[in-house]
């Protein structure tokens, strides 16, 4: 389960009158890193496939700021998890290396990632076979460690 187990939901400060609401996300404060990157995804069907990729050297924050979609993650061992995107104040904190697959957009669904690390094209797994072959590398050499 290596870095599965670091995925998590986050919840950030949000502030509201009859005015509307305001929705504070910091990097290193309530974000786990320092924010280099980010881009946001809209304008995707309901049947469309995000993602598709592992990450060895950035971690993500996604936030559906308007409308809803999922995340299902994996961590290249069997296991999986999916993650419901449905309120602007929360997020989903995804750790270097676990592969990730957006779906379900709503149709107003704009969905936000802020990213670690600038792009680059090298660090990015999209083979998921790949994927896993690699997964297995880093356990048998967290096993030879121990």
């Known amino acids: 389960m290596h870095n599965m187990n670091k ?7 949000q502030n509201g ?12 404060q309530s974000i786990p890193f320092e924010i280099k990157r980010c881009f946001y995804i809209y304008g995707s069907d309901k049947d469309v496939v995000r993602g598709n990729h592992a990450n060895r050297e950035t971690e ?3 936030i559906n700021v308007a409308g809803t979609s999922k995340v299902r993650v994996k961590d290249g061992e ?3 998890a999916i993650f419901c995107l449905n309120r602007p104040h929360t997020g989903i904190y995804l750790p ?3 592969w990730k697959e957006m779906y379900d957009f709503s ?3 704009v969905l936000l990632v802020l990213a670690s ?4 094209p090298e660090e990015y797994i999209r083979d ?3 994927y896993v072959e690699e997964i297995k590398k880093i356990i048998k050499g967290k096993n030879a460690e121990n």
């Open 7 to 13: 995925v998590q939901m986050l919840d950030f400060p």
């Open 17 to 28: 009158d009859e005015r509307g609401h305001l929705v504070v996300v910091e990097g290193n």
């Open 60 to 62: 993500f924050v996604l």
């Open 78 to 80: 069997g296991n999986e």
């Open 96 to 98: 270097t290396m676990v």
């Open 107 to 109: 149709e107003d669904s």
């Open 117 to 120: 690390e600038h792009y680059k």
């Open 128 to 130: 998921y076979d790949i």
